[in-house]
């Protein structure tokens, strides 16, 4: 449309989708006044809770003032939080209600510009109804990126087809103590995998419309003890080498268009007002044009928890300078207080206008500042949106298409980790099944704490989960009917009850075989032994559940340890004595029948760990990323070999790998190297073969881990069928930062090793770089090239 064209039908300049959207953005920030635009920097969570007991944030009703919304609006607002993830409403209800609101809103203010919205969508949209996918930590279990990216594809299109705009996810924090409650909300422990498998998940989200916000930046999971919140004191190096590379490799890839800075502080900085990270890294050198948005209650936290700030106003400039766009949930620091640092000379107006500038472009391109606008999403439009009782039940979160996905995603997740030959159990032999254990016939069991059932209709009792979820002692008894199977609870997750376990263990010793489910209760701030705030102090396993273990191992029926868990726990005498062990983290809706396919044969297991299983409890912090003196040695008595490593699972195929070859035996520090596998399925089934790429650095500058993931792919074979997989690696994978705080290639030998596991390696090939020590930087290269050749 032309500007006279535009003109006559009197569109405002910042209203014409014809104009670039610069110089949209540009007209209506000169036509604002102070308070307008900083009502654009904050949202409102007009549906939080008010029962202190309820919490869903940490501090929230510290935080909870009172919002005169009416008073707020004709200066305009910036987001909504939460309108679906608040509290158990009907799909098509909630989005009335936020049709009603944007009309409010747009109506309020002067510019008619609506506010984005905003949800959870960590396992899926965290709204009542919807589809409860496995967590991220089965996401990374599956080693299947494409798989991923399929799910947050949907995930986004159930959030757009009702309003949202925004999704609070992918988590990228890499792992590095498995004590810390909210591990089930990361992809595991190394950053190449947590870096793939979250890249697929921000092109999923934004294909679909949505705005992916990569979280928490950075640092967030290295919290001392494993506890929430903890100050974080890793070196430049860990930053750089290990906790940073997923969000690099997401700004990179992904095409994200928000970051969410961490709630911890980094060496006694918090992220909230760390300028190095949130614009000199984030923006300067990676070159991210989205918004900064705050983790809840962030900014607040610089004076009520860090202590750096005197003042609610020094807490919003602070941020702001830092580089902080939007305050989220709700406005604290970002309304009043940030006004009065603005007419004091505090905080320039010109800081101001570049957040806003952020903002306002990314409304822009959403369509929000069109002439012709619509609060009406896709699944309304064409229904008469009035009547909300009539509209009641007449959208679907959870259709037979998501439920399918969420059932492909749970069978790939699950991890074989053990198996004598007990496993498959064949539903055509009838024989009687013990399923015992505190998980056995409990739904929550299958889910995460930022699952909506778990994090919000846990709180409202007599409100139904508002999807399907079956028990796994409903999916055995659906996937063996000619079968005798029992159960008992022996005792709870975590209360410690022992009364039970003689009974649990009679009815072990009467069986031919036991399923017992063992493992976690999602929860949110000690409301639980997983999720945030529920910290472990070791990685026992909750209650009296090891007791259990070791009662019913005594029996001597071939017992399947399956663990239901949102981190991975030291299962004692189970690791040498249980006939076969099946880990499954959190696995969603679809989860239990997932568990039950693995169990008789249906699903061929081909998940590997995302995290380590540990051989003790008490051996942490610790991953497989370990430098030589981190690991089992002569100089300690502790011993942190895991019961199970990084990337290991099993499967009912058989591989035979019968060679690894590399073309070269020197290349540059600015070359390539070729590795090629064959394997071959000597089995009598189908099945998937993971196979991993390591690199190891004999010898550098400074200390570096033993092994490190560098590549991967899923190898799906026939029985009788042989494949070649051929690995390209690039030198700029043998990076680090070197001594001097820059990212270098050294000259010298590394070793390329293709691995069943980060402790399974059976071939390995040594190449020699050679040349001036080389300088890399955010530009190099982030992958090996994969490719698989069928051999005949």
Not at 192 to 211: C, D, F, H, K
Not at 286 to 296: K, N, Q, S
Not at 486 to 492: E, I, K, L, N, Q
Request: aromatic letters at 6%; charged letters at 20%.
């Amino acid at each position: 449309m032309t500007q006279e064209l535009a003109a006559a039908r009197d569109i405002r300049p910042w209203q014409d989708a014809a104009r670039p959207v610069d110089e949209r953005v540009d007209a209506l920030v000169a036509e604002m006044t102070l308070d307008e635009k900083l009502a654009q920097l904050y949202g409102v969570w007009v549906g939080a809770s008010d029962d202190g007991g309820a919490d869903v944030a940490p501090h929230q009703h510290e935080m909870d003032d009172h919002i005169d919304l009416d008073g707020l609006l004709p200066s305009g607002l910036g987001q909504l939080t939460r309108q679906f993830g608040t509290a158990p409403i009907d799909a098509a209800s909630g989005a009335l209600s936020l049709v009603r609101t944007q009309e409010r809103i747009v109506a309020a203010n002067r510019f008619g510009i609506p506010a984005l919205a905003h949800e959870e969508c960590l396992a899926g949209f965290a709204a009542w109804g919807a589809t409860a996918y496995p967590v991220p930590l089965s996401w990374g279990a599956t080693f299947d990126p494409e798989l991923v990216e399929r799910m947050s594809r949907r995930i986004g299109a159930d959030m757009r087809s009702v309003g949202v705009h925004q999704g609070l996810a992918p988590v990228l924090d890499v792992v590095r103590d498995a004590r810390w409650g909210r591990t089930e909300e990361t992809i595991g422990e190394d950053p190449y995998l947590v870096g793939t498998i979250g890249t697929a998940y921000v092109r999923g989200l934004e294909a679909s419309g949505v705005i992916a916000t990569l979280k928490h930046f950075v640092g967030y999971s290295a919290s001392k003890g494993g506890r929430n919140l903890a100050p974080v004191s890793v070196g430049p190096r860990e930053l750089a080498d290990v906790l940073l590379p997923p969000f690099e490799m997401a700004v990179r890839e992904g095409g994200p268009r928000s970051v969410m800075n961490a709630y911890t502080d980094l060496d006694g900085v918090p992220t909230a007002a760390d300028r190095t990270l949130l614009t000199e890294l984030l923006r300067d050198t990676w070159g991210f044009e989205g918004t900064v948005v705050a983790d809840y209650f962030t900014i607040a936290f610089l004076k009520l928890l860090h202590g750096t700030a005197e003042s609610w106003a020094d807490a919003a400039g602070a941020a702001l300078e830092a580089g902080i766009d939007v305050e989220l949930p709700t406005v604290k620091t970002f309304g009043e207080p940030l006004r009065r640092a603005v007419e004091a000379g505090a905080v320039a107006e010109s800081t101001i206008d570049t957040a806003l500038r952020r903002v306002l472009r990314q409304k822009a391109e959403l369509g929000m500042l069109d002439a012709d606008w619509s609060p009406v999403p896709s699944a309304l439009e064409g229904v008469g949106v009035t009547d909300a009782d009539a509209l009641r039940g007449r959208i679907d979160l959870d259709s037979p298409e998501n439920r399918a996905l969420a059932a492909r995603l749970a069978e790939e997740a699950v991890v074989l980790a053990k198996n004598d030959g007990t496993l498959p159990i064949a539903p055509s032999s009838p024989r009687t099944i013990a399923v015992i254990g505190p998980n056995a016939d409990d739904p929550y069991a299958m889910l995460g704490c930022y699952s909506f059932p778990a994090h919000v209709v846990v709180q409202h009792p007599g409100v139904a989960m508002g999807i399907e979820i079956p028990t796994l002692l409903e999916a055995l008894r659906a996937e063996f009917p000619g079968s005798d199977i029992r159960h008992a609870t022996g005792t709870s997750v975590d209360g410690g009850e022992t009364e039970g376990i003689a009974d649990a263990a009679a009815l072990a010793a009467s069986a031919d075989v036991v399923i017992l489910a063992l493992g976690d209760r999602a929860g949110l701030f000690g409301r639980g032994t997983s999720g945030e705030g529920c910290d472990a102090e070791a990685l026992d396993l909750p209650g009296a559940q090891q007791e259990l273990v070791d009662a019913v191992l005594a029996t001597g029926t071939p017992t399947v340890v399956t663990l239901l868990t949102g981190r991975p726990y030291a299962l004692g005498r189970a690791v040498t004595d249980a006939a076969a062990i099946v880990q499954a983290f959190f696995a969603g809706e679809e989860g239990a029948p997932a568990i039950a396919g693995v169990l008789s044969g249906r699903v061929n297991p081909s998940g590997r760990l995302p995290v380590s299983i540990p051989a003790t409890p008490g051996s942490q912090p610790t991953t497989y990323l370990a430098a030589p003196l981190a690991r089992a040695n002569g100089v300690s008595n502790v011993d942190p070999t895991p019961a199970f490593p990084f990337g290991h699972g099993l499967g009912y195929s058989a591989f035979e790998w019968e060679s690894f070859t590399g073309d070269e035996d020197e290349i540059g520090v600015d070359g390539e190297a070729n590795v090629r596998l064959r394997l071959r399925n000597s089995g009598d089934r189908a099945g998937t073969e993971v196979v991993q790429l390591y690199l190891h650095d004999p010898v550098a500058s400074v200390v570096r881990p033993v092994q490190r993931l560098i590549g991967y792919t899923r190898v799906e074979l026939g029985p009788g069928e042989e494949a070649e997989v051929r690995f390209t690696v690039p030198a700029e994978l043998a990076s680090f930062t070197g001594r001097s705080g820059e990212r270098i290639v050294e000259p010298g030998e590394i070793v390329l090793s293709a691995g069943r596991s980060s402790g399974d390696l059976p071939f390995a090939h040594t190449v020699r770089l050679v040349g001036a020590t080389r300088r890399v930087d955010h530009t190099r290269r982030l992958h090996p090239d994969v490719a698989i050749v069928s051999v005949d």
